[in-house]
């Protein structure tokens, strides 16, 4: 059984930058496509980006492009989400997830449902 795990959450001053990583317990994540989500107070769910397992195919949401940059490192078997020039809208308990041949396009990430394998959350909150 897959389980993720995020971690690398925090207080962040508007500007700031944090990197948050996605692991697994239980099989390797090589396998798989990776999206990173978030869920901000009093909001939907919402994806911000998502890697393909052969890191050939990225996605992301119009809101951190040019901001946040996803990668991933099929030998440690995580991926990781590189947040810079953080704003206070970013905050959002951010969640890893992922599902049995769930695609990631250049274009668009398809939603995933929330019996899908996910982590836990990690809280970020960016405030002066």
């Known amino acids: 059984q897959l389980r993720l795990v995020e971690s690398g959450g925090g207080l962040v001053q508007p500007g700031g930058s944090l990197r948050l990583s996605c692991a697994a317990v239980?099989?390797?994540?090589?396998?798989?496509?990776i999206g990173w989500f978030r869920r901000a107070p009093g909001k939907e769910r919402e994806g911000i980006s998502c890697?393909?397992?052969?890191?050939?195919?990225?996605y992301y949401k119009d809101s951190v492009k040019g901001r946040f940059t996803i990668s991933r490192d099929n030998v440690k078997g995580t991926v990781y989400l590189q947040m810079n020039s953080l704003k206070p809208e970013d905050t959002a308990v951010y969640y890893c997830?992922?599902?049995?041949?769930?695609?990631?396009?250049?274009?668009?990430?398809?939603?995933?449902?929330?019996?899908?394998?996910w982590g836990q959350g990690t809280q970020v909150t960016v405030s002066s």
């Open positions: 997830g992922t599902d049995w041949s769930w695609p990631c396009y250049s274009s668009s990430m398809p939603l995933l449902s929330d019996s899908a394998y």
């Open positions: 239980g099989s390797s994540l090589r396998h798989f496509t």
């Open positions: 890697v393909s397992k052969d890191d050939d195919t990225i």
